[in-house]
T-cell receptor
Framework: AQSVTQLGSHVSVSEGALVLLRCNYS??????LFWYVQYPNQGLQLLLK??????LVKGINGFEAEFKKSETSFHLTKPTAHMSDAAEYFC??????????FGKGTLLTVNP | DAGVIQSPRHEVTEMGQEVTLRCKPI?????LFWYRQTMMRGLELLIY????????DSGMPEDRFSAKMPNASFSTLKIQPSEPRDSAVYFC??????????????FGPGTRLTVL
Protein backbone atom coordinates (compact mmCIF):
# COMPACT_ATOMS: atom_id res chain seq x y z
CA ALA A 1 0.00 0.00 0.00
CA GLN A 2 1.10 3.54 -0.67
CA SER A 3 0.33 6.86 0.93
CA VAL A 4 1.44 10.47 0.66
CA THR A 5 1.47 13.19 3.28
CA GLN A 6 1.90 16.79 2.28
CA LEU A 7 2.78 18.94 5.25
CA GLY A 8 0.94 22.22 5.12
CA SER A 9 -2.24 22.62 3.13
CA HIS A 10 -1.36 26.26 2.51
CA VAL A 11 2.05 27.87 2.08
CA SER A 12 2.54 31.59 1.60
CA VAL A 13 5.81 33.15 0.39
CA SER A 14 6.93 36.53 -0.85
CA GLU A 15 7.90 37.03 -4.45
CA GLY A 16 11.62 36.27 -4.79
CA ALA A 17 11.72 34.02 -1.73
CA LEU A 18 12.50 30.33 -1.56
CA VAL A 19 9.65 27.93 -2.13
CA LEU A 20 9.66 24.68 -0.11
CA LEU A 21 6.72 22.27 -0.31
CA ARG A 22 7.02 19.15 1.79
CA CYS A 23 6.06 15.62 0.82
CA ASN A 24 6.55 12.37 2.69
CA TYR A 25 5.54 9.03 1.29
CA SER A 26 5.01 5.47 2.35
CA UNK A 27 5.51 2.60 -0.07
CA UNK A 28 6.10 -1.12 0.29
CA UNK A 29 8.12 -1.19 -2.94
CA UNK A 30 10.67 1.21 -4.41
CA UNK A 31 8.55 4.19 -5.28
CA UNK A 32 8.17 6.34 -8.30
CA LEU A 33 7.43 9.89 -7.19
CA PHE A 34 5.74 12.78 -8.94
CA TRP A 35 4.92 16.41 -8.40
CA TYR A 36 1.96 17.85 -10.28
CA VAL A 37 0.78 21.47 -10.40
CA GLN A 38 -2.81 22.60 -10.81
CA TYR A 39 -3.56 26.17 -11.85
CA PRO A 40 -7.05 27.53 -11.19
CA ASN A 41 -9.73 25.87 -13.31
CA GLN A 42 -7.22 23.63 -15.03
CA GLY A 43 -6.15 20.00 -14.93
CA LEU A 44 -3.00 18.67 -13.33
CA GLN A 45 0.30 19.18 -15.12
CA LEU A 46 3.45 17.20 -14.40
CA LEU A 47 6.25 19.27 -12.86
CA LEU A 48 8.81 16.51 -12.38
CA LYS A 49 9.21 12.87 -11.54
CA UNK A 50 11.70 10.57 -9.83
CA UNK A 51 12.16 7.11 -11.28
CA UNK A 52 15.64 5.75 -10.57
CA UNK A 53 19.19 7.11 -10.58
CA UNK A 54 19.96 10.68 -9.66
CA UNK A 55 18.08 11.66 -6.53
CA LEU A 56 17.93 15.36 -7.40
CA VAL A 57 15.36 15.83 -10.10
CA LYS A 58 14.90 19.00 -12.10
CA GLY A 59 11.55 19.91 -13.55
CA ILE A 60 9.82 22.66 -15.44
CA ASN A 61 9.59 26.29 -14.37
CA GLY A 62 12.74 26.10 -12.24
CA PHE A 63 11.41 23.57 -9.74
CA GLU A 64 13.42 20.67 -8.41
CA ALA A 65 12.93 17.92 -5.86
CA GLU A 66 15.22 15.59 -3.98
CA PHE A 67 14.42 11.96 -3.24
CA LYS A 68 15.65 11.01 0.24
CA LYS A 69 15.03 7.35 0.88
CA SER A 70 16.18 7.46 4.49
CA GLU A 71 13.67 10.20 5.24
CA THR A 72 10.98 8.89 2.86
CA SER A 73 10.71 12.42 1.53
CA PHE A 74 10.42 14.13 -1.82
CA HIS A 75 10.28 17.84 -1.06
CA LEU A 76 9.77 20.36 -3.86
CA THR A 77 11.85 23.54 -4.01
CA LYS A 78 12.35 26.60 -6.13
CA PRO A 79 14.99 29.21 -5.27
CA THR A 80 12.98 32.26 -6.32
CA ALA A 81 9.21 32.44 -6.26
CA HIS A 82 7.31 34.24 -9.00
CA MET A 83 3.72 35.42 -8.93
CA SER A 84 2.99 32.93 -11.70
CA ASP A 85 3.90 30.04 -9.34
CA ALA A 86 0.71 30.55 -7.36
CA ALA A 87 -1.18 27.28 -7.75
CA GLU A 88 -1.96 24.04 -5.96
CA TYR A 89 0.77 21.42 -5.88
CA PHE A 90 0.23 17.69 -5.52
CA CYS A 91 2.77 15.06 -4.60
CA UNK A 92 2.02 11.52 -5.78
CA UNK A 93 3.54 8.06 -5.41
CA UNK A 94 3.33 5.06 -7.67
CA UNK A 95 4.43 1.52 -6.95
CA UNK A 96 4.86 -1.30 -9.38
CA UNK A 97 1.40 -1.02 -10.90
CA UNK A 98 -0.81 1.63 -12.42
CA UNK A 99 -2.11 3.18 -9.23
CA UNK A 100 -1.08 6.78 -8.55
CA UNK A 101 -1.77 7.88 -4.98
CA PHE A 102 -2.01 11.63 -4.45
CA GLY A 103 -1.48 13.77 -1.40
CA LYS A 104 -4.13 16.27 -0.33
CA GLY A 105 -2.33 19.12 -2.05
CA THR A 106 -0.60 22.33 -0.95
CA LEU A 107 -1.92 25.68 -2.05
CA LEU A 108 0.95 28.07 -2.74
CA THR A 109 0.29 31.79 -2.45
CA VAL A 110 2.91 34.26 -3.65
CA ASN A 111 2.72 37.74 -2.19
CA PRO A 112 4.07 40.78 -4.05
CA ASP B 1 -1.33 16.39 -29.86
CA ALA B 2 -4.33 18.15 -28.34
CA GLY B 3 -3.95 16.39 -25.01
CA VAL B 4 -6.80 14.81 -23.09
CA ILE B 5 -10.11 16.35 -24.08
CA GLN B 6 -13.10 16.48 -21.75
CA SER B 7 -16.60 17.75 -22.31
CA PRO B 8 -18.51 19.56 -21.10
CA ARG B 9 -16.22 21.85 -19.06
CA HIS B 10 -19.11 22.87 -16.83
CA GLU B 11 -22.39 21.14 -16.11
CA VAL B 12 -25.20 22.36 -13.91
CA THR B 13 -28.10 20.02 -13.40
CA GLU B 14 -30.89 19.34 -10.99
CA MET B 15 -31.04 16.50 -8.54
CA GLY B 16 -32.37 13.33 -10.13
CA GLN B 17 -31.21 14.13 -13.63
CA GLU B 18 -28.82 11.98 -15.63
CA VAL B 19 -25.36 13.39 -16.25
CA THR B 20 -22.88 12.15 -18.85
CA LEU B 21 -19.27 13.25 -18.87
CA ARG B 22 -17.07 12.56 -21.88
CA CYS B 23 -13.37 12.00 -22.40
CA LYS B 24 -11.05 11.56 -25.37
CA PRO B 25 -7.63 10.26 -24.29
CA ILE B 26 -4.34 10.99 -25.96
CA UNK B 27 -3.90 8.94 -29.11
CA UNK B 28 -1.71 5.90 -28.50
CA UNK B 29 -2.33 5.72 -24.77
CA UNK B 30 -3.69 2.40 -23.59
CA UNK B 31 -4.91 3.41 -20.14
CA LEU B 32 -7.63 5.77 -18.99
CA PHE B 33 -8.50 6.95 -15.51
CA TRP B 34 -11.47 8.84 -14.11
CA TYR B 35 -10.87 10.89 -10.95
CA ARG B 36 -13.09 13.01 -8.76
CA GLN B 37 -11.77 16.04 -6.90
CA THR B 38 -13.50 17.61 -3.91
CA MET B 39 -12.32 19.86 -1.12
CA MET B 40 -13.12 17.26 1.49
CA ARG B 41 -11.67 14.14 -0.12
CA GLY B 42 -9.06 15.47 -2.53
CA LEU B 43 -8.36 13.45 -5.68
CA GLU B 44 -10.01 10.05 -5.76
CA LEU B 45 -9.57 7.42 -8.44
CA LEU B 46 -12.98 6.25 -9.58
CA ILE B 47 -12.14 3.75 -12.30
CA TYR B 48 -9.21 2.55 -14.40
CA UNK B 49 -9.41 1.11 -17.93
CA UNK B 50 -6.62 -0.72 -19.70
CA UNK B 51 -7.04 -1.47 -23.39
CA UNK B 52 -10.69 -0.43 -23.09
CA UNK B 53 -11.38 -2.96 -20.33
CA UNK B 54 -12.32 -1.83 -16.80
CA UNK B 55 -9.61 -3.15 -14.50
CA UNK B 56 -10.36 -1.45 -11.22
CA ASP B 57 -13.72 0.14 -10.42
CA SER B 58 -13.38 -0.08 -6.65
CA GLY B 59 -13.48 3.70 -6.38
CA MET B 60 -16.88 4.08 -8.01
CA PRO B 61 -19.06 5.43 -5.20
CA GLU B 62 -22.22 3.46 -5.84
CA ASP B 63 -24.46 1.98 -8.48
CA ARG B 64 -25.55 5.41 -9.61
CA PHE B 65 -22.14 5.76 -11.25
CA SER B 66 -21.17 3.87 -14.39
CA ALA B 67 -18.33 4.19 -16.89
CA LYS B 68 -17.76 2.83 -20.35
CA MET B 69 -14.98 2.80 -22.88
CA PRO B 70 -16.38 1.55 -26.16
CA ASN B 71 -13.13 2.20 -28.05
CA ALA B 72 -9.62 3.46 -27.54
CA SER B 73 -10.54 7.07 -28.21
CA PHE B 74 -13.64 7.61 -26.11
CA SER B 75 -14.94 7.10 -22.60
CA THR B 76 -17.99 8.22 -20.66
CA LEU B 77 -18.80 8.56 -17.00
CA LYS B 78 -22.50 8.56 -16.24
CA ILE B 79 -24.32 9.46 -13.06
CA GLN B 80 -27.97 8.53 -12.76
CA PRO B 81 -29.73 9.81 -10.81
CA SER B 82 -27.49 12.67 -9.79
CA GLU B 83 -27.44 14.01 -6.23
CA PRO B 84 -26.06 17.25 -4.75
CA ARG B 85 -23.22 15.34 -3.09
CA ASP B 86 -21.96 14.41 -6.55
CA SER B 87 -20.95 18.03 -7.11
CA ALA B 88 -17.21 17.99 -7.80
CA VAL B 89 -14.63 18.35 -10.53
CA TYR B 90 -14.24 15.17 -12.55
CA PHE B 91 -10.94 14.57 -14.32
CA CYS B 92 -10.04 12.14 -17.01
CA UNK B 93 -6.40 11.12 -17.42
CA UNK B 94 -4.59 8.83 -19.83
CA UNK B 95 -1.21 7.14 -19.91
CA UNK B 96 0.80 4.39 -21.53
CA UNK B 97 0.86 1.58 -19.00
CA UNK B 98 2.40 -1.86 -19.14
CA UNK B 99 5.86 -0.72 -20.04
CA UNK B 100 7.78 1.49 -17.67
CA UNK B 101 5.77 1.81 -14.44
CA UNK B 102 6.83 5.40 -14.04
CA UNK B 103 4.97 6.67 -17.09
CA UNK B 104 3.08 9.77 -16.17
CA UNK B 105 -0.63 10.31 -16.36
CA UNK B 106 -1.79 13.21 -18.52
CA PHE B 107 -4.85 15.01 -17.21
CA GLY B 108 -7.67 16.71 -19.01
CA PRO B 109 -8.99 20.12 -17.95
CA GLY B 110 -11.83 18.58 -15.96
CA THR B 111 -15.59 18.91 -15.85
CA ARG B 112 -17.01 20.97 -13.01
CA LEU B 113 -20.33 19.39 -12.06
CA THR B 114 -22.88 21.18 -9.93
CA VAL B 115 -26.01 19.31 -8.89
CA LEU B 116 -28.71 21.57 -7.45
Amino acid sequence: AQSVTQLGSHVSVSEGALVLLRCNYSSSVPPYLFWYVQYPNQGLQLLLKYTTGATLVKGINGFEAEFKKSETSFHLTKPTAHMSDAAEYFCAVKGSNYKLTFGKGTLLTVNP
Amino acid sequence: DAGVIQSPRHEVTEMGQEVTLRCKPISGHNSLFWYRQTMMRGLELLIYFNNNVPIDDSGMPEDRFSAKMPNASFSTLKIQPSEPRDSAVYFCASSLEGGAPYNEQFFGPGTRLTVL
